[in-house]
């Protein structure tokens, strides 16, 4: 993952998830500018009502001395990951004051006459880098510097961090609790406030009684187990991207071309297992196979075994009639566990088509409204200190099935995390809408159903036996939905006869059949088998997922390989198949879950992980440069399939103006849209503009007037398909009620 910390326009999951939040700006943001010592009590702030003051100039006021700062360190600072979970704790511990001071918010309470001051961080603040004198590649000393290097918006909390710890006699660190958070706070404690260790709070929901509790026990030091895995993680990921990409930049260069390429640790296996499922697929060959169906009363038997030699179809031409016997059972069904973070971004991928990337980011962004508990866990487990008969009373407002919920203890699932339970509502109520709403319905009524009765259900299973020969058929009726009323089920009923003794058979039907290519993965599936192979995190699949889309490797809803894609794998399991070696990255997995885990020498484990990887990627460095123009040419190739493919793909239709060119799908920079023009340009000036605000594709059918049917492509939407008009203008004027979307010229 560490490769998009150096290449432009990219980030590490966190600050890509950051990034999404910001977009809707949050209070603080919108508050903008707040002179320091003007308070504001934190109730107004929620409700967003400050006024907008411009700066004070700063005047040259003589700085403090170190006797002074010293006689004010009178207040314990919080310090948390993000503004919004900063403006959660301040109004849960007390009668908060809002605080600005350049553009950076802040706020103080009093608890038990304690002051208490809050400050936060924007997600990471130390980037790791080169050490200075670094060149070329393989490069191995790396350090840690603040992220205001790169990203200036993020010196504004650097420096009242700085300033607030000066005036502070204890820090808490309470930024989020996972290897991420550990990290975040671990290097502000040591880089900004020079402090070896600091108290900690722990919590999985931003509300005021989890908040209260987490303030006053929190722990006395740093998860140590969380901040030495995070660190040697940041290591491991940004010496593999920098160096690999480096590579391979450097062999597409030596081909005399250029494109930016990279491949991170764990977007290797991963794109090669895409590659291989595609060479599956490639290699399948269908094979007929048959199906024997007996009708009687109606019902099709199916005959317990496909028949792939056909002679054999002949033992069933004489059957006349058969023995049925049915027998009746009462199934209990559980309801399905609580979510942890895959089974969320499977099944709101399985209900929604909600892509796993933006479940984890809506997830992320209901967490910091304090609806839901702390997405990114693998628990699902519902311990009873988080009270979850509170919770469901409170819902039983919102979401009047909720006393349904009739279970005293929840059904589980079998994993858990030390770290967090499973995701599920606080109670707290905002109006929603389009995929936050989605996804939280779905947490909501996964919660309530882990605490609903059984599903009862009536199987039939009916068999007719003929000679040698069974035939089956199953029958399901609801009796009872229990959990099925609340949360979505994929149970289809269906009927049989209860047939017993001899029946007369009617026909015997034959059904030609062929065998299936393997499935191409779905996001959601391919989120699902990452986990059990255990390669990456599950806060990191997703996006490692997204990555290899945005560089080109992947395309399409069922995930297939790219020109490019092919090739880079093709490539290096030629000349460098350490790069993509799943057991070589799922081993270093599994040490930094035993520093996480194991609390021995973790200082000494970081250091050991670090060595192991110095020396695989000095011998991928060395396997990588005697065969650079190799692997240079195959990717300089697999990029101008690429292209040659995407140019293809944006072609509609022959331009209906000059009648020569083609009309494409292009994009244009200035008005930052796509719009349809002749590739005969500019002899041929036909231009037609397309839906604005969307990603528009080429489908490849055709409307019933035989025009080509575009895609449009909006976040949280679903896809529209239309039909591309080059002649609408004309027809609008013939009818103006028309309904078709703008194409026109
Ligand atoms: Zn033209």
Redesign the pocket.
């Known amino acids: 993952m560490a490769v998009e910390s150096f290449l432009p326009g990219t980030s590490e999951p966190k600050t890509t998830i950051e990034k999404e939040v910001r977009q809707k700006p949050s209070v603080d943001e919108r508050t903008t500018i707040e002179t320091p010592g003007r308070q504001m009590p934190a109730d107004e702030i929620e409700q967003d009502k400050m006024q907008v003051k411009k700066p004070k100039k700063r005047s040259a006021k003589p700085k403090r001395t170190a006797e002074e700062i010293e006689f004010v360190r009178d207040s314990t600072l919080i310090i948390t990951e993000k503004p919004q979970a900063a403006l959660k704790i301040a109004s849960a511990l007390g009668n908060a004051r809002k605080y600005n001071d350049n553009n950076v918010s802040f706020y103080e309470l009093t608890r038990n006459s304690k002051k208490i001051i809050v400050a936060s961080a924007v997600g990471h603040l130390f980037n790791l880098t080169y050490a200075e004198g670094e060149r070329g590649w393989p490069i191995f000393k790396t350090e840690w510097v603040p992220s205001y290097e790169r990203a200036a918006f993020t010196r504004r909390y650097y420096e009242l961090i700085k300033k607030l710890a000066k005036r502070a006699k204890e820090i808490i660190i309470a930024t989020d609790y996972d290897i991420e958070g550990e990290v975040i706070g671990w290097n502000i404690l040591r880089f900004i406030v020079k402090q070896e260790d600091a108290k900690r709070m722990k919590f999985s929901t931003l509300t005021k009684p989890e908040l209260e509790k987490a303030y006053d026990n929190p722990m006395p030091t740093l998860d140590w187990g969380q901040a030495y895995a995070g660190e040697t993680r940041h290591h491991l990921d940004w010496l593999y991207g920098i160096n690999l990409s480096r590579a391979l930049m450097s062999a597409i260069k030596k081909a005399g071309s250029f494109r930016v390429l990279s491949i991170g640790r764990i977007q290797g296996p991963t794109l090669k297992l895409i590659v291989d499922r595609e060479r599956e697929i490639t290699a399948f060959k269908p094979e007929p196979y048959w199906q024997v169906f007996a009708h009687t009363h109606n019902t099709p038997y199916k005959y317990v075994k496909d028949i792939f030699n056909k002679d054999e179809l002949k033992e069933f031409e004489h059957i006349k009639e058969a023995n049925a016997a049915t027998t009746k059972k009462t199934e209990h069904v559980e309801p399905p566990h609580p979510f942890d973070l895959t089974t969320l971004q499977r099944e709101a991928y399985g209900w929604h088509r909600i892509s796993p990337a933006r479940t984890l980011q809506v997830a992320q962004s209901l967490y910091l409204d304090g609806l839901i508990s702390y997405p990114r866990t693998s628990s699902q487990k519902l311990p009873p200190e988080i009270e979850p008969k509170k919770i469901l009373k409170t819902l039983e407002k919102q979401f009047p099935i909720a006393e349904k919920a009739t279970r005293q203890t929840p059904i589980e699932g079998p994993k858990s995390d030390p770290a967090h339970p499973a995701i599920y509502p606080t109670g707290e109520v905002a109006s929603l809408d389009n995929d936050e709403k989605k996804i939280y319905e779905l947490i909501v009524k996964r919660f309530i159903a882990a605490f609903s009765s059984d599903a009862v259900l009536a199987r039939t299973y009916s068999t007719l036996t003929a000679e040698d020969k069974k035939f089956t058929a199953n029958g399901t009726a609801v009796i009872e939905k229990g959990w099925m009323d609340i949360y979505p089920s994929t149970v289809e009923e269906s009927t049989v006869p209860d047939l017993n003794g001899p029946v007369k058979i009617d026909k015997i039907e034959i059904a030609e059949k062929e065998t299936q290519p393997p499935k191409r993965y779905t996001p959601a599936s391919l989120i699902t088998l990452l986990e059990k192979k255990n390669l990456g995190t599950k806060s990191t699949r997703s996006v490692i997922i997204e990555t290899l889309f945005e560089r080109g490797y992947l395309e399409g809803k069922s995930i297939q390989a790219t020109p490019l894609g092919m090739k880079l794998i093709l490539s290096l399991e030629k000349y460098s198949p350490i790069i993509i070696d799943e057991n070589l990255t799922r081993d270093l997995e599994e040490k930094m879950e035993d520093i996480q885990f194991k609390n021995d020498n973790r200082k000494e484990k970081e250091k050991a992980v670090l060595a192991d990887v110095e020396r695989i990627i000095g011998n991928i460095a060395r396997e990588f440069k005697e065969k650079e123009i190799e692997i240079g040419q195959a990717l300089v190739e697999g990029s101008q399939e690429l292209r040659e493919q995407q140019r293809e793909q944006s072609i509609i239709m022959p331009?209906p103006?000059?009648k020569?060119?083609m009309l494409t799908i292009k994009y244009s920079k200035k008005t930052k849209r796509q719009f349809a023009a002749?590739t005969?340009y500019p002899e041929?000036k036909?231009t037609y503009s397309l839906p604005p605000n969307s990603l528009i594709k080429k489908t490849d059918k055709m409307s019933e007037n035989n025009l080509p049917l575009l895609m449009a492509l909006r976040k949280g939407r679903k896809p529209w398909i239309f039909e591309f008009n080059p002649n609408y203008k004309k027809e609008v004027q013939k009818d103006k009620n028309s309904n078709q979307p703008s194409t026109s010229s």
Do not use: P
Request: net charge positive.
């Open positions: 331009c103006q000059c020569i060119g002749c005969k041929c036909a």
